[in-house]
């Protein structure tokens, strides 16, 4: 299963999130959550880069299935409110797939 935790700031801004596992819905290569889920969350972190001047953390294991981000404190507040809705949109097409593949995928959210 893939699990995704995403830490919202009391004021409800995402600070991180981590992504982690396998969804396991197909064999590798024709697994449709897994490729879904991949896509929704390096598409937003690529449009972050490219869309904005963010420099923001990343940390990958190809082989683990293993996704992390971390958006700085201290970005400027144009910057971080065009980071904030790009992540928020991943946030909405992740609980789109889980909604669908529940048994594959589950997003929790901490604080």
Do not use: W
């Amino acid at each position: 299963m893939i699990q995704v935790d995403i830490v919202r700031e009391p004021s409800g801004r995402i600070s991180s999130f981590t992504m982690d596992g396998h969804a396991e819905f197909a064999e590798h290569g024709k697994d449709l959550v897994c490729a879904g889920a991949t896509a929704v969350s390096f598409g937003t972190l690529n449009a972050i880069l490219s869309l904005t001047e963010a420099r923001i953390g990343i940390e990958q294991e190809e082989e683990g299935g293993f996704l992390r981000c971390y958006v700085p404190e201290d970005l400027p507040e144009g910057i971080d409110e065009k980071v904030q809705l790009l992540l928020e949109g991943m946030v909405i097409s992740l609980q789109t797939i889980e909604r669908e593949y529940s048994k594959y995928i589950s997003i929790n959210f901490h604080s």
